[in-house]
């Protein structure tokens, strides 16, 4: 399946590496895109479609929402969905980002 990042995938990562210089870690963006596009080119949608339906305004009704670790922190929080023959990315927030979604 195709991978597909939206804008808003592209400017949350964006807006995660800031959070995570005002915090003074490290970014991440490069390698949590990276990340993320394995596990997803990983996974047999036919049998298993990974994640939880979530609503957020604003947003398709047949998104999910798909909890991600990296190493020893928190799970990342991916939102996503799946059309015929690609995955649309449309947000990745880290649990402890102050920007809050309306669920």
Do not use: C
Not at 5 to 14: E, K, M, N, Q, T
Not at 59 to 77: A, C, E, F, Q, T
Not at 78 to 92: A, G, N, P, Q, W
């Amino acid at each position: 399946m195709k991978i597909h990042w939206r804008r808003s995938a592209v400017d949350s990562l964006i807006s995660l590496d800031k959070w995570r210089r005002e915090i003074e870690l490290k970014p991440i963006a490069s390698f949590l895109r990276g990340h993320i596009n394995n596990y997803f080119q990983g996974q047999d949608f036919s049998v298993y479609v990974p994640g939880k339906a979530v609503v957020l305004k604003g947003y398709p009704v047949n998104l999910r929402m798909l909890l991600i670790s990296v190493g020893k922190s928190d799970p990342y929080k991916v939102f996503y969905r799946i059309t015929k023959d690609e995955i649309e990315i449309f947000l990745v927030r880290h649990p402890r980002q102050n920007q809050m979604f309306k669920l």
